[in-house]
């Protein structure tokens, strides 16, 4: 199997991923993965089910959004996965999804606080949420603008302790050194999101405090990181 084949082959698995992750209603969601020496990037068809997704399905672009290979019609967001690919090098595979909390904090155009020690094992520190596109932006080219307001949000951050973002508006863009491991960050996001509007609604808003927050992102993700059996 070629290594292109293979990406399709992961990229479709991710995908259909999202269903099992209940992540998705109809098909209101995506996941790419990149060949980075060949500069391709695989992504779930427009339109198509994910329960009848097969990887000869997966449309396969280059950086510059031309098709080379596959006859279905890429995702609507391609556009947005391929700035956040040419500006975060270290991405590997980036999932989209309308998952309900986490549009709901869109939605409100509200970051998601740190609150408690699950969110810390998966963030160092808040879900950033973007500005709002303007009407220029989105006339130019909706797309690509929305990945533009993600990568201006982002910038000078650390990807791997911010595996997440809320577009104002719109919803949760993940992604992770992988496709699936985007989507395990997309489902993780979800969670999150559901645990903050359940505690805000009680009234805690005081952030966790940052020593345990550093302490649990640490123990997972930090160059000490000791959870889990290693490699």
């Known amino acids: ?33 990149i060949s980075r020496d060949r500069k391709l990037v695989a992504i779930k068809p427009s339109g198509v089910a994910y329960e009848q997704l097969q990887p000869r399905d997966i449309t396969v672009v280059g950086l510059d959004g031309i098709p ?6 890429p995702s609507t967001d391609t556009a947005t996965h391929l700035v956040l690919y040419r500006a975060f090098p270290g991405i590997g595979g980036i999932t989209h999804t309308h998952s309900t909390y986490a549009c709901m904090f869109a939605q409100a155009r509200r970051a998601i606080p740190c609150l408690g020690t699950t969110h810390a094992d ?10 709002q596109l303007t009407a220029a932006e989105v006339a130019a080219g909706y797309e690509a603008a929305t990945g533009d307001v993600i990568a201006e949000r982002l910038k000078g951050m650390d990807l791997a302790g911010v595996p997440g973002v809320l577009v104002a508006g719109h919803g949760p863009f993940s992604w992770g050194a992988d496709p ?14 559901h645990m903050a509007y359940g505690t805000l609604a009680l009234n805690q808003t005081s952030p966790l405090e940052a020593h345990i927050l550093r302490k649990h992102h640490d123990r997972k993700h930090g160059p000490g990181a000791y959870y889990g059996q290693g490699s």
């Not at 084949?5 to 099992?20: G, H, T, Y």
């Not at 080379?68 to 019609?73: C, E, K, T």
């Open 1 to 33: 199997m070629s290594a292109i084949d293979q990406l399709r082959e992961a990229v479709c698995a991710a995908n259909r991923a999202l269903v099992m992750h209940a992540l998705v209603t109809l098909t209101w969601g995506n996941v790419s993965g």
């Open 68 to 73: 080379v290979s596959g006859s279905l019609r």
């Open 122 to 131: 998966q963030f160092n520190g808040e879900v950033p949420v973007t500005r």
């Open 180 to 193: 699936m491991k985007s989507v395990e960050n997309a489902a993780a996001l979800e969670a999150i999101a």
